[in-house]
């Protein structure tokens, strides 16, 4: 299988611990994509990487979410000091890159994080 | 404004039916544009991406309309497989913006 792969399915962490999740995206693609979801909400942008260069974080980050690529491959997402409010579903994707073609999400099945 | 609009539903609909969907945004430089399915506790997958002269992809056809910056999803012949949350995408502008979700519309296809 080829597609996105995100690590560990489910993560139940007690409030102030720090978490960490791993993504590894399609090989070819270039983009690598965090993304949160709700309940009842669409995929909420965190941040995305090209290659291993963070370009554009959310305002809805904290200092509390750091996320790095470091080689270009896969990428990791940790949140420290865990809220409950951070409980949600968080999902990685891949695509190529920019443009109407490239630009497709690929996502992984997701990491569901709840925060006692 | 939120920067993409789509009504929650949910739609419940007989199998064989039409269904619309419509969804708006506010960017008006927004390039790229793309409806998703997402079924219950699984990851988006890509449906159809969207053009300016309007696509089909068997029953799934997808209208883009600038000047009034909505877009929609058009079902025909409804399947009970149908049933999902379909969620309008749009970019902010340029290749370098990522894409913004909807909040999705729930569709129920009843036999």
């Known amino acids: 299988d080829t597609g996105v792969s995100q690590n560990p399915r489910h993560k139940i962490t007690k409030r102030g611990q720090n978490v960490t999740f791993r993504c590894d995206p399609i090989s070819e693609h270039n983009r690598l994509y965090w993304y949160r979801q709700t309940l009842g909400q669409g995929p909420e942008f965190l941040t995305y990487f090209q290659n291993e260069a963070q370009l554009e974080k959310s305002r809805l980050l904290s200092d509390r979410f750091s996320a790095e690529r470091p080689k270009g491959s896969f990428s990791t997402l940790e949140i420290q000091r865990t809220e409950q409010g951070d409980s949600a579903m968080y999902l990685c994707a891949s695509s190529f890159g920019p443009g109407q073609s490239n630009e497709k999400l690929f996502f992984g099945s997701g990491t569901q994080l709840s925060v006692l | 404004r939120k920067e993409v609009e789509q009504d929650p539903g949910p739609f419940n609909v007989p199998e064989g039916a039409t269904v619309a969907f419509n969804c708006t945004y506010s960017?008006?430089?927004?390039?790229?544009f793309f409806w998703y399915r997402q079924d219950c506790r699984k990851e988006p997958k890509l449906l159809m991406s969207?053009?300016?002269s309007g696509n089909e992809d068997g029953r799934f056809t997808a209208q883009l309309n600038r000047a009034s910056q909505y877009i929609s999803l058009l079902i025909r012949d409804s399947k009970l497989s149908d049933s999902a949350t379909y969620l309008c995408v749009v970019n902010r502008g340029s290749g370098n913006t990522p894409l913004v979700f909807g909040k999705g519309t729930r569709l129920s296809v009843i036999a």
């Open positions: 960017n008006s430089a927004s390039q790229s």
């Open positions: 969207v053009y300016s």
